[in-house]
């Protein structure tokens, strides 16, 4: 019965595959007709870019010969427009194809022509790729300039649809620097034109750009709603492909909030679609999803059936090796929950060798794309060979032509040399006159030279004088700079006299590191502790004040101050309650309440209760990161600072509350490691890097820890001086690492 269902697909479908070929060989019929009677024009460039059009995706390199063709015609026809339009098209085909060099060289080469004509839509767009092509390279500064460009002409020209366009590359440049917020602003001003310019697939888009804003800074509401709005959009548009994706990016959402029914429900929906699409490799992702729910839910059995269904459909092919790891990775968690050791060991041994395969994988594709590379190069240089071909053939035809008219050009010629004779003898005669006026001119400005040179002469004693005046204010600048030096040295040894002994946390807590490099001699950043043994507590932080240099180092001393009172006079230990009394603390001291300062803090601390073996945590903006059971965990800090604005100042700190009756390994820190430009493109260290930085040594002894940080920084920077991008530490950096609990 199967087999004559498959038949009769098969007829169904087989009018719309033989339509397809049948248009193609149409298009090549006619592309051949015009070819023999030598026709090169607007009608034939139309039918080679069809061509393009139609073979781009199953046959790329002959898809690139039809646009080479066609642009070597559009030469031929000096038809500008058409040739810039080719090198759009050739840009696009070469960017898609991940060769972003030769994408940049056509984007800039059409962007030229674009330009002599006044196209500034055509210009901005041009922007746009040669933004991409750096952004996919890794090389966000230059690509931000490049949108910034295209932007500022969008602007000019008004085109809302094109602002929006490039406001949403704007917007992923920031949440790839870490800056939600200015993202946020990005997408948010994209959406409104979308929603004016009734824009339905656009505004979908945007909203699921927003989403991942809030799902970066885990608020699930606004994620929530926001991919629900994405999905009203492309219903409408009948867009399948990205409503699956979003009911994926839903369930992906409540699995994480652990709403494990609202996510199975996403799941299940974003499956049926993937399949009627017949993705296999969606399918098999989405199975592993629902398994990792069962596995959550400690259902073992039903973990394992849906891995193996994942599987199932991974074994089919040998490029889904990231589903095959998942799945055996549940496959072996389930079985060894299931006492079953023996099929628990098999599938931890095939995620092993799956996870090697990944990594030759991608040594592989590596080599791939640069044979791939090199393909293109040498079709590229063919296009260059045929085109330099052609105007070798116009230079050949120049050539008879010249020929032709070389004889009666020459009659020409010696014409005009006897007549151009006769008139030289005649301006001969007229040149000899005004040469005579000419010497008498010359003598004149001669006498006013030499005056000119007593008066520079003068000009001189007048500038060595004031250099000599120059040099000695040089002197009482140099005195003033020694003098303001030795004030911010001397600033420093009290900053550094008040601020805790680095021995002191040594012994308090012997598995621990402090990391502190200020960007100036004085810092921003500062760390306090204390230990009080009466209350078997030990409270940490790590402090960030606005700015750095003087200014962060006035407000230093004034946090350290204040938190000494909090602690030892007023007896307050609670973490959230000595953030919130810090906070009102700064906002009377500074006035805030009445005046427009907005001078604070964030900060990360730590009540370490050694008797209960917990710890509190509150955090103004910065997180605490912790390890326990080599797993990662992040707890992020409330949004608020310590002072600052007045919107936030009633708002009451949280306080958070782990246990550290097993081995936990603790970092807090300031935001200076993370945003540190450097690297070979100049950009930001990243939070993620950073983290993973922290992860992957919280092994190693912790002095060998800080030595890590240190090291890395200063490899980060000199990255960027080597490949001659100019960078130094834009702000001061703390860290503070720690053990504690003990081992069973």
């Not at 038809?79 to 098209?89: C, G, H, L, P």
């Not at 079953?340 to 995620?351: G, P, Q, T, W």
């Not at 402090?543 to 009172?565: E, K, R, W």
Request: glycine share 4%; net charge positive; aromatic share 12%.
């Amino acid at each position: 019965m199967n087999k004559y269902i498959l038949i009769i697909i098969f007829t169904l479908l087989l009018p719309t595959f033989s339509y397809a070929q049948n248009e193609l060989d149409s298009l090549k019929k006619i592309l051949e007709k015009y070819n023999t009677e030598k026709r090169e024009d607007t009608t034939v460039i139309n039918i080679l870019k069809k061509l393009y059009d139609k073979t781009q995706f199953s046959k790329p390199i002959i898809a690139t010969e039809y646009l080479a063709e066609a642009l070597q015609i559009a030469q031929k026809t000096q038809d500008s427009i058409q040739i810039a339009d080719m090198y759009y098209t050739l840009a696009n085909d070469y960017f898609k194809r991940k060769v972003y060099y030769l994408a940049m060289d056509y984007y800039s080469k059409a962007k030229a022509i674009f330009n002599s004509h006044n196209k500034s839509n055509k210009i901005a767009y041009s922007y746009i790729g040669i933004g991409n092509s750096y952004f996919e390279q890794g090389n966000i500064e230059f690509s931000s300039d490049y949108y910034d460009k295209a932007y500022n002409i969008f602007s000019s020209i008004n085109d809302q649809i094109g602002l929006s366009f490039v406001l949403d590359k704007k917007g992923i440049v920031y949440m790839m620097n870490d800056l939600e917020d200015s993202a946020l602003i990005q997408f948010n001003k994209s959406l409104l034109i979308r929603k004016e310019k009734y824009r339905l697939d656009l505004v979908a888009e945007s909203h699921k750009l927003i989403a991942r804003i809030y799902i970066n800074v885990e608020e699930t509401e606004h994620a929530i709603s926001n991919l629900r709005e994405a999905l009203i959009g492309y219903k409408i548009k009948k867009n399948e492909t990205s409503v699956a994706e979003s009911y994926l990016m839903l369930g992906d959402v409540y699995f994480e909030d652990e709403d494990y029914v609202n996510a199975r429900i996403n799941y299940n929906k974003a499956l049926i679609i993937n399949q009627d699409l017949e993705r296999k490799s969606k399918i098999a992702q989405l199975f592993n999803k629902i398994a990792a729910i069962y596995f959550e839910l400690e259902n073992y059995r039903k973990t394992i059936e849906f891995a193996n269904k994942s599987l199932s459909i991974s074994n089919m092919s040998s490029k889904n090796l990231e589903n095959k790891k998942e799945s055996y990775f549940f496959l072996s968690k389930s079985f060894e929950n299931r006492s079953n050791i023996k099929l628990a060991f098999n599938s931890l041994v095939r995620f092993s060798e799956i996870k090697d395969s990944i990594a030759k994988s991608k040594e592989n594709t590596q080599y791939s794309e640069m044979i791939t590379s090199l393909k293109i190069q040498k079709q590229q240089n063919q296009i260059e060979i045929l085109l330099k071909d052609q105007r070798i053939n116009e230079a050949e035809l120049g050539k008879a032509k010249t020929r032709t008219y070389g004889l009666f050009i020459g009659i020409g010629l010696i014409l005009i040399f006897a007549l151009y004779y006769y008139r030289n003898s005649m301006i001969r005669k007229k040149d000899n006159r005004i040469l005579k006026s000419k010497n008498e001119e010359i003598n004149i400005q001669k006498e006013e030279i030499m005056a000119q040179k007593e008066y520079l002469s003068s000009a001189n004693q007048t500038l060595e004088k004031q250099k000599e005046e120059i040099t000695k204010t040089n002197i009482q600048i140099h005195r003033i700079n020694k003098n303001i030096t030795g004030s911010i040295n001397y600033a420093s040894r009290i900053q550094s006299a008040m601020l805790p002994k680095i021995e002191q946390l040594k012994i308090s807590i012997p598995d621990s590191f402090l990391f502190f490099r200020p960007k100036e001699i004085v810092s921003g950043d500062f760390y306090w502790f204390t230990e009080l043994k009466n209350q078997n507590k030990i409270i940490v932080a790590a402090i960030d004040c606005t700015g750095h240099g003087v200014p962060g180092a006035f407000m230093s001393m004034i946090g350290n101050t204040y938190l000494n009172q909090i602690v030892h006079t007023q007896k307050i230990y609670e973490a959230d309650k000595i953030l919130n009394e810090l906070n009102k603390d700064i906002r009377v001291s500074l006035n805030q309440d009445h005046t427009d300062s907005r001078d604070g803090m964030d900060m990360a601390l730590c009540v370490i209760d050694k008797e209960k073996k917990q710890l509190e945590f509150a955090g103004a903006k910065n997180p605490l990161v912790y390890i326990q059971d080599n797993t990662m965990f992040q707890i992020k800090g409330d949004i608020m600072a310590i002072g600052g604005s007045k919107k936030v100042h009633k708002k009451l700190f949280s306080k958070h509350i782990i246990n550290i009756d097993k081995p936990t390994y603790l970092y807090i820190f300031s935001d200076g490691f993370q945003d540190q430009f450097g690297g070979r493109y100049k950009q930001k260290f990243m939070r993620k890097r950073f983290r993973n930085l922290l992860f992957d040594n919280h092994k190693q002894p912790f002095e060998i820890q800080k030595m890590i940080i240190n090291e890395t920084l200063d490899k980060w920077i000199d990255d960027a001086n080597r490949f001659q991008k100019m960078t130094e530490q834009i702000d001061d950096i703390l860290v503070i690492g720690m053990k504690l609990g003990d081992e069973n």
